[in-house]
């Protein structure tokens, strides 16, 4: 019998940020709140079932607004996972947040943003990431 299988390619339109901080999850949202004049809210966390292996719980901030959306992801599951990797992105374990950020202009565009969370106390360090270089870029699609 044959098995067919379907392959399908995601481009990500959205810039995406990786930061390595020791500060808990609101307390980074509230000073990039303070910083970028937002209002990061927390939402429900994200859940992915993966079948037998486990199951990865990922705390999730959203501001959103008609022309830009920005999203503040956890990267490590905050629920004691079974998995050998329990990252949203396990291709980029080393950083502990995601920054997601859809159609961001003025202090929102890529690099006046990446000079600002590098002047943060809180942020040990940040990097611009390619989403479409990423392994587990389907994680990141909501």
Known sequence: MKTLTL???????FDLFGLVSSSREHTLAWTLNRLLHLRLVKQQDLIYDLLTRGRLVISNYL????????????????DP?????????????????????????????PEALLSCLAALP???????L?????????????
């Open 7 to 13: 392959d399908v390619e995601y481009t990500c339109d």
């Open 63 to 78: 501001h959103a607004t008609e022309h830009y959306t920005l999203r503040l992801l956890r990267n490590r599951s905050v």
């Open 122 to 128: 809180e942020v040990q360090l940040v990097s611009q």
């Open 81 to 109: 996972s079974p998995l050998k990797k329990p990252f949203l992105a396990p291709d980029i374990k080393e950083y502990d947040y995601l920054l997601q950020v859809s159609n961001g202009t003025g202090t929102l565009a």
């Open 130 to 142: 390619d989403p479409n270089d990423l392994k587990f870029k389907e994680n990141l699609l909501f």
